[in-house]
Each structure stands twice: as structure tokens, then as C-alpha cells.
């Protein structure tokens, strides 16, 4: 069985875990990367699964485009990442990109694993 993960909900997942825990609206790529791979690994250990990020530069740039009333591109220090605009709530992302994964995503996402690498 294939798993194919978009950058919006990786995004979403992302920015969820960290506006709850530690109050910030924004997520680097690098942060993103190390998340999505550890979420890969998770969901790829049952030997069944093959999961794959459907991340690329072209992907960044349409979701920054489709949801801007939602996301706003940003640098921080040389690095670049992506923003929750102001007045955007995590129930808001859960709704919009969460509800459709299936529960084995979700606590792949939840995980521990992943979570350390966002520093939550």
C-alpha cells in the first residue's frame, strides 16, 4: 500500500504541533524535512507501507499561491520557512487539511519521533 503525504498537510500538521505547544506560527523547511522523513520512517516500518512526501520546490510554491488566505512565505537568518497568518487557528488547519488522513497518518504525525524534530 501506498501513503502519499502533500506538503499541505505536512504544513498543517507541523504548524499545529507547534502553535499548541509552544505558541509559534511559523515552521523552517529544514524543520519540515526532518519531520516529514521521520513521519515517512513511522509509517514505512510495517514493511506493507511504502509512504512518500510529495515535496518539492514547484509544491512549496503552489501551496504558498492556493492558501494564501491561510499561509505567507518567510526568512528568518538566511533560512526559509512558512508562516500562519495572523488570525488563522489550528482548528481552522485541522479542518481543512487533517479530517480526510486516515488515523494511521494522524498518529504518525502525532508521534513522538516527528514531534522531536519540530522541538515539541
Do not use: H
Not at 529544514?30 to 522523513?37: P, Q, R
Not at 520512517?41 to 518539492?56: R, Y
Not at 512565505?73 to 487557528?89: H, N
Request: aromatic share 8%; net charge negative; with cysteine.
Amino acid at each position: 500500500m501506498y501513503i502519499y503525504i502533500e506538503i499541505e498537510e505536512l504544513v498543517a500538521n507541523a504548524l499545529i504541533e507547534l502553535v499548541e505547544k509552544k505558541g509559534r506560527r511559523e515552521v523552517l523547511f529544514k524543520e519540515l524535512d526532518e519531520y516529514g522523513a521521520r513521519v515517512v520512517d513511522i509509517l514505512s516500518s510495517d514493511g506493507e507501507t511504502k509512504a512518500v512526501l510529495v515535496v518539492s520546490r514547484e509544491s512549496q510554491i503552489a501551496m504558498l499561491e492556493d492558501y494564501t488566505d491561510m499561509f505567507e512565505p518567510f526568512e528568518k537568518e538566511g533560512a526559509k520557512g512558512i508562516r500562519l497568518k495572523d488570525g488563522i487557528l489550528t482548528m481552522q488547519l485541522w479542518m481543512r487539511f487533517c479530517t480526510s488522513l486516515s488515523m494511521k497518518v494522524i498518529d504518525a504525525f502525532r508521534s513522538a519521533s516527528p514531534k522531536e524534530a519540530l522541538g515539541v
